[in-house]
């Protein structure tokens, strides 16, 4: 089957990533309170919402820190009419606003879709870290203190569980049908989706694009999780504390990693923990971050599930995904979730 000159798999091998590429544009602003941060750089402005969608802000709580999100659904639908849901988040350094031309385009097919930015980027707030020690027995359990923001770090256990209380506050919502739970993620997030689907049952399909699903050892040698495990090491003993918001540590990539959250950190290995979602890779012909074979062709192949689907675009690299094969890859998505979350 050809969709868009692409070619679509059922069967063959998929890997998916190691580091991702980002949907970023533009650094964030990490200065005023985080209801005035920009969704992007200065030079960022959205995509204009359609006349035809509805949009609406929310908050979300992951371990108790205030993410931001919105809600994205048709005016055509009925009030109180339950539809499949889609869940997106954006990959390493980016920011969900980012992601609003593929959120109206799923609305306009028939979807309630949520996008959300992950705790410490975009609109959301920042997990607080204690500058000095708490007195001890405060009166309550309350005392006031100096924080500081653990802000636009890249930690993919935390992110991880961002992703599954995006889930739980969407499956409140009236309009949301908890049977029919889609998850779409891209470079980084691409990973992130594999990791939500083997760990909350509800997930029904996912679209993993240019994925990343294996980070441990960030490059995977020796050497790197020596660094890494030293790393931890100091963290633990107090002798170095988290990156400034949005270094660069790793090629262009903006956010720096908590590199010992990276090493336990493969949704690869464990795919068939969602034996029963739906899960498409698609991934880029010429892959210029990571190797496919050891990621997104892997996933695929391990998987042990009759809903799998595996495309790769020809002739784009990474970055391709968000230009010229931008189209492509929403259409090989709504496809997707047609075919495995409408009746």
């Avoid at 650094?27 to 006349?51: D, E, K, L, T």
Wanted: hydrophobic share 40%; aromatic share 8%.
């Amino acid at each position: 089957m050809k969709i868009a000159g692409l070619r679509w798999a059922m069967s063959g091998t998929l890997a998916a990533a190691l580091l991702s590429g980002s949907l970023a544009q533009q650094p964030q602003s990490a200065s005023g309170p985080a209801s005035q941060r920009p969704q992007g750089g200065s030079s960022f402005q959205p995509a204009p919402i359609p006349p035809d969608v509805d949009t609406r802000k929310v908050d979300i709580y992951s371990a108790g820190t205030r993410m931001s999100g919105t809600i994205f659904a048709s005016k055509s639908v009925p009030a109180g009419e339950k539809l499949p849901t889609i869940v997106m988040a954006h990959g390493w350094g980016g920011v969900a606003a980012l992601l609003r031309p593929e959120a109206v385009a799923f609305a306009q097919a028939g979807y309630l879709v949520l996008t959300f930015d992950y705790r410490g980027w975009g609109a959301s707030d920042s997990r607080v870290i204690l500058t000095r020690p708490a007195p001890p027995n405060p009166p309550n359990h309350k005392f006031t203190a100096e924080v500081q923001e653990v802000r636009e770090v890249v930690d993919p256990l935390d992110m991880a569980d961002d992703w599954l209380a995006a889930i739980n506050w969407v499956v409140g919502e009236s309009q949301c049908d908890a049977n029919r739970i889609g998850l779409w993620g891209s470079s980084f997030s691409g990973g992130l989706v594999v990791w939500a689907a083997e760990h909350d049952q509800r997930v029904k399909a996912i679209h993993s694009q240019v994925g990343s699903l294996d980070s441990r050892g960030l490059n995977g040698s020796l050497k790197d999780q020596e660094l890494e495990r030293k790393q931890a090491t100091a963290r633990a003993r107090g002798e170095v504390g988290y990156p400034a918001p949005l270094a660069v540590e790793i090629g262009q990539l903006r956010g720096a990693p908590i590199r010992e959250r990276f090493l336990s950190y493969a949704p690869v290995e464990d795919v068939n923990k969602a034996p029963n979602c739906a899960m498409q890779f698609v991934i880029a012909e010429k892959e210029e971050l990571f190797d496919n074979r050891l990621n997104a062709i892997k996933a695929f192949n391990d998987f042990k599930g009759p809903k799998k689907n595996l495309v790769a675009i020809p002739g784009i690299a990474h970055y391709g995904i968000y230009t010229t094969a931008r189209q492509d890859a929403l259409k090989l998505a709504i496809a997707w979730y047609d075919r495995y979350l409408k009746p």
